[in-house]
Structures are given as C-alpha cells and as structure tokens.
Nanobody
Framework: QVQLVESGGGLEQPGGSLRLSCAAS????????MGWYRQAPGKQRELVAH???????NYADSVKGRFTIARNNAKNTVYLQTNSLKPEDTAVYYC?????????WGQGTQVTVSS
C-alpha cells in the first residue's frame, strides 16, 4: 500500500518560512521523481518543484530563488523549504511520486500566508 504523508504546513506571516516534509512508504523511493504541487482556492493544481531520482531539480518561476526541494533517500522523504513566503503562496500543498505510468499523491497540507 502506497502512502505519501505530508507535514509541516501551517499559518505563517509574509516573509516567513516553512519546511514541508513528505514521507513515502510502499514504493522504491529512490527510483521515483518526487514533486510538490499546490492548489489555491478556485485555481488549478500547479507544479511547484520536482526532483528526479538523479537529483535534478525544476521549479516554477513564481518560487525560484525562494523555495528549495531536496530528498533523503535513506529516510524515504522529500522536503520543500519555503522562504520569503508571500500571501499568493497560500494553497494546499500536495506531494507527488511519479515513475513512468505510476503516479501517487498525498492528502495535502495547508499553507496559509497572512499577517
């Protein structure tokens, strides 16, 4: 049974930071491309960042220079360090695991940026 469990979301002030974590089980984690997506109310889900099995990363233009994705294969965990948060970063953040036609999603964690 595949599980992706996100944690680390919450309420943060503009300019603040949060570290999101996604713990995976039931997959050979090191083989998967891992990604973070987000969905704001009334908007489509969008890619935030992903990291390949080889460690290559890709970011949405809106978060470049502020967010960093990293993975720890020994812990089957992917992280998203979010810095310089803006109100427009408010969304539910979802963890994604992707290998060829195999795609899995976590349940999401809410990030709210507000003063």
């Amino acid at each position: 049974q595949v599980q992706l469990v996100e944690s680390g979301g919450g309420l943060e002030q503009p300019g603040g930071s949060l570290r999101l974590s996604c713990a995976a089980s039931g997959i050979t984690f090191s083989m998967y491309t891992m990604g973070w997506y987000r969905q704001a109310p009334g908007k489509q889900r969008e890619l935030v960042a992903h990291i390949t099995s080889g460690g290559n990363t890709n970011y949405a233009d809106s978060v470049k220079g502020r967010f960093t994705i990293a993975r720890n294969n020994a812990k089957n965990t992917v992280y998203l360090q979010t810095n310089s948060l803006k109100p427009e970063d408010t969304a539910v953040y979802y963890c994604n695991a992707n290998l060829d036609r195999l795609v899995y999603w976590g349940q999401g964690t809410q990030v709210t940026v507000s003063s």
